[in-house]
């Protein structure tokens, strides 16, 4: 199977950065039904970024701002998924640097019967000529 990359929106907030933060957070989209693509999180300062890549931007906005959770404007990123296999991920590496495009951030996991997926940041200023590049 061919990778498929498609532009997906995010959005992040700050958290407390202290033990079962992110299991409270999980567990308040879990129990309104909230499904997610992807959750991402790293220190920030003395807090805590995290990126959640939902399923349904819609529905997940809308619980947030009933949740009162602060949340950043819409951004984008690039969802990768695939079979996974020594260099999987090199093609896409290749058509953003052929493009001239830097990437910003990236996170990759094995999922397990030989599928793996990833997720990547470029410069907001390069996301449509990257979008081009991966034919998202």
């Known amino acids: 199977m061919a990778e498929t990359v498609r532009e997906v929106p995010y959005y992040y907030i700050n958290a407390s950065n202290k033990p079962g933060e992110g299991a409270a957070l999980a567990e308040l989209f879990k129990d309104a039904g ?21 399923e349904d931007a819609r ?33 896409v590496f290749t058509k ?15 999922a397990g019967k030989k599928r793996y997926g990833a997720i990547l940041w470029v410069n ?6 990257a979008k081009r590049a991966l034919g998202a």
């Open 34 to 54: 909230v499904s997610l693509l992807a959750m991402h999180a790293f220190p920030s300062r003395r807090r805590v970024q995290v990126d959640f890549v939902p």
């Open 59 to 91: 529905a997940f906005t809308s619980f947030a701002r009933k949740a009162k959770l602060k949340l950043s404007p819409r951004k984008k990123a690039f969802l990768v998924e695939g079979t996974d296999r020594t260099g999987a991920l090199v093609p």
């Open 96 to 110: 953003l640097a052929e493009a001239d495009i830097n990437i910003t951030a990236i996170t990759a996991i094995a």
């Open 124 to 129: 907001p200023k390069d996301q449509r000529r």
